[in-house]
């Protein structure tokens, strides 16, 4: 069965390093998201991506965040400056078409820890 | 304001006993709703979803859940749970417009005993 591949699993950094996380998506998949859980914490919705353009991004996802998606199979998150409160646990998703009704299927996350 | 909301954070149960995971949502109108779960070291995976119709849905794994319009809430049933449906549940709803995102609660950690 296809799956949502995330890497690394675990992601140790520095404050104020740069990271990225990469996300290789269902591969007929046209909308990809990010969505990130701090622990204990619901899963918050970062961004969404179609037609190699954001179309949609909560106030979390400000300009230390962007995406891409650098090739036909990847779909990155960087975030260019990490903050302690960064550390969390950040999933992947894809979905065949938008709206609230396409099921996304998920990959199985990179936690973030950021020192 | 908008929400959802998993009142349960962490639920034990005996290894055959049946479980109810508690879900309830506010919304201006009934979203798309969704039970996913995470096992340890993997993705989210989509247990069900109800759209419309029938408000008892049959998911995999067993589970099933019932949406209730009156009380707002898409609770997750298992008539006889196995050790190994440990892990966490997550319910989610998406919007009817607007938003491709999902909302999520804050989950329910289940732990299972012999």
């Known amino acids: 069965e296809p799956e949502v591949t995330q890497t690394p699993s675990h992601q140790v950094t520095q404050m104020g390093q740069e990271v990225i996380l990469r996300c290789v998506p269902i591969s007929n998949h046209l909308y990809f998201y990010w969505y990130r859980q701090i622990l204990g914490q619901k899963v918050e919705f970062l961004v969404s991506?179609?037609?190699?353009?954001?179309?949609?991004k909560s106030e979390i996802f400000d300009d230390q965040f962007s995406v891409e998606r650098p090739d036909g199979s990847n779909f990155t998150l960087k975030i260019r400056s990490t903050k302690l409160e960064d550390s969390a646990m950040y999933f992947c998703?894809?979905?065949?078409?938008?709206?609230?009704?396409?099921?996304?299927?998920f990959g199985a996350g990179t936690r973030l820890s950021v020192l | 304001a908008q929400s959802v909301t998993q009142p349960d954070i962490h639920i034990t149960v005996s290894e055959g006993a049946s479980l109810e995971l508690r879900c309830n949502y506010s919304?201006?109108?009934?979203?798309?709703l969704f039970w996913y779960v995470q096992s340890p070291g993997q993705g989210l995976q989509l247990l069900l979803k109800?759209?419309?119709?029938?408000?008892l849905v049959q998911g995999i794994k067993g589970f099933e859940a019932e949406f209730k319009r009156s009380q707002s809430s898409f609770n997750l049933r298992k008539p006889s749970v196995h050790w190994s449906d440990a892990a966490e549940y997550f319910c989610a709803v998406g919007l009817l417009t607007g938003a491709n995102n999902l909302f999520f609660g804050t989950g329910t950690r289940l732990t299972v005993i012999p």
């Open positions: 991506f179609y037609n190699n353009e954001i179309s949609e």
């Open positions: 109800y759209f419309s119709g029938d408000t």
């Open positions: 998703a894809s979905s065949v078409g938008g709206g609230g009704a396409n099921i996304q299927y």
């Open positions: 919304y201006g109108a009934t979203p798309y």
